[in-house]
Structures are given as C-alpha cells and as structure tokens.
C-alpha cells in the first residue's frame, strides 16, 4: 500500500518511519525544508528507550513529485488542514483513502468539503512522540490506536490499514465507535496539552503536582458534560483513562508544549477551544476550558 503522510512532524515522522521499517512503501510530505532535507541527506532518526534507529524513507516539499497514493494519512496542524488537503487532492486515486490522525475537532467536516465522504475515514492515536531537531525525533509514548468508517461500517479497507499498522508494531484496531473515541482523545488533549504547554511541564509531571491534577481533572470534566449533552456514549471513567495515557506518555513534552517552546501557533482552536464552542452551542458554562483557552491565546500573541 503505497502511504503518503501529510504533516512530517514528530508524530507524521514516527508512523512514517515504523511503516518504512515494515516494508512498507512511504513518502512523507511537508513545508518544512531543513526537516525533509535532513531526512533525504540523513535518514530519519528515531530515539526509542535509549536506542536510535536511522531509517531511509522517501521525504519531500512537493506533493506533485509523488504520483497516486493509496492511503493519504494526515497528520497536519489542524490550522493547516484546508490548504493541505486542497494540495494533497493530486494524490487521489478512484480508490484512495484519506485517514486523519490528527488532535481535536473539526478534522472529518475540513477534509469532507474538499474529498468525497466515501473516501474519508477517522482515527486516533495513544502515541506520543518529540520533534528533536531536523531529521531527529523521539518515540516518548505507547498506546493504542484506533480507526473506523465515519459510518461506523467495519470495512475491509479499514482492516487492511490495521494490520498494515499491526505488522508495523503500532497496535491498532478498527471501531465502529470512532466519534465516540475521538471525543475520548479530545479528553487527553483538553486536559494535558495546554496545561502542559503553559506550565512547562512533561506529560507525567501533571500527574504529580496535586495543582496540576486538579486543573486537569477539571478541564476534563467539562468536556465529559459537553460530550454528554451531545450524545457521545462515554464508557468507563474518562479521568481514569486520561491519567493512564498521562502516564504512559510520561516523559513526552506534549505537542502543544513543543508548539510554544518553538514560539509557534498551536492548535487551542480545536481542542480546548472547541470544547467551548460546543458548551456555548449548548448552554454549558466550562469556565476552565476558556479560560486556560484564553491564556494559550495569549501567550500565542506575544510572538505570532
């Protein structure tokens, strides 16, 4: 299956890279030349517990240079997603698929305006990963991932994708709940990411500061009732699970985090801030979510 990954950042590099060491045909496109120029000239560099694995993967700027692909996998900042997908349609095939792994809301209705609903399918990731430089990242992160037919069908294609993800160690399955599993990684993201980014912190570290673990569990309790009120079936005890992949990601620096160290835009819009989006839609105060969506803002200001 030839994959073409949209978005070559530390997580579009890290799937890109285990793809590539299964055998697998894979190119990885993105704007940021230094970075696809270190991996052409280099290899891509993957730090995993202690080890660094190099690996010869197919990179580039230009979309044009690649031909058809089967599965156009983005992983693009969401803020990029309408001018990547209008750039990624030369990739389109009768046949071909385009899965989002991408953070928060509002990734399925961007794609869908541009490609056929048809040819669109969802998924999340437990995975974390650290851009360390051009051509270098981290594999700081495990956990499941899922994907799923926006209907909710199991397809075939779907299973093809996941035993193609299975065989290359990132375990997967196939949901015909996967709105449902997209409001739970919102759940993560609602409660890490920007409270990790403004503090400074590791993924792990919120865990461990009675503070922190308060904001968070807060965070995320507004955005329980928010799904509730939408009718998102909440299984379990999302707080449970958020503080196990806090835990499992550890020692990563979230993706929010890196976007601020950087001194970049970051995707508030669709996490925190569309958590209060949905709560004003529906009459639901989440004073939390806006204001730590407020404070990401404005720390954005001070160099965008």
């Known amino acids: 299956m030839k994959t073409v990954i949209i978005g070559a950042g530390a997580m579009g590099s890290l799937f890109g890279g285990l793809l590539t060491l299964s055998g697998e045909e894979v190119w990885l496109v993105d704007i940021w030349k230094e970075h696809i120029d270190a991996i052409r000239l280099k290899g891509l560099a993957i730090e995993e517990k202690g080890k660094t694995l ?6 580039t700027t230009d979309v044009r240079s690649i031909g058809k692909a089967d599965l156009v996998l983005y992983f693009v900042k ?8 209008s750039d990624s349609l030369v990739l389109e095939k009768e046949d071909t698929l385009f899965l989002t792994l991408q953070n928060g809301l509002g990734n399925e209705e961007t794609i869908c305006k541009q490609v056929d609903r048809k040819k669109v399918a969802l998924g999340v990731t437990g995975h974390g990963a650290t851009l360390l430089g051009p051509g270098y990242i981290r594999h700081a992160g495990w956990g ?10 199991i397809a075939d294609r779907m299973n093809k994708v996941a035993q193609m993800f299975i065989k290359s ?23 890490l990411n920007a409270l990790a980014g403004i503090t400074g912190l590791r993924n792990g570290q919120i ?17 329980i009732e928010v799904a509730g009120k939408k009718g998102i079936r909440i299984e ?12 499992a990601t550890r020692e990563n620096r979230c993706s ?32 939390y979510n806006r204001m730590i969506t407020d404070l990401v803002k404005v720390i954005e200001k001070t160099f965008i």
Do not use: C
Request: aromatic letters at 4%; a negative charge; proline letters at 4%.
């Open 54 to 59: 190099n690996i010869s993967i197919k990179a």
């Open 78 to 85: 969401t803020y990029h997603s309408e001018k990547a997908v």
């Open 144 to 153: 499941k991932t899922y994907v799923g037919e926006i209907d909710g069908r």
């Open 169 to 191: 160690g990132i375990e997967t399955k196939v949901s015909p709940r996967i709105h449902d599993l997209i409001w739970e990684k919102l759940f993560v993201n609602a409660g």
């Open 207 to 223: 865990l461990d500061f009675p503070e922190t673990l308060r904001l968070m569990e807060a965070l995320v309790n507004e955005a």
């Open 236 to 247: 379990g005890n999302p707080i449970d699970r958020v503080k196990a992949v806090i835990e």
């Open 256 to 287: 929010m985090g890196q976007d601020l160290d950087r001194k970049r835009r970051t995707e508030i819009d669709a996490i925190n801030g569309a958590v209060v989006r949905e709560a004003e839609r529906l009459g639901i105060p989440v004073h």
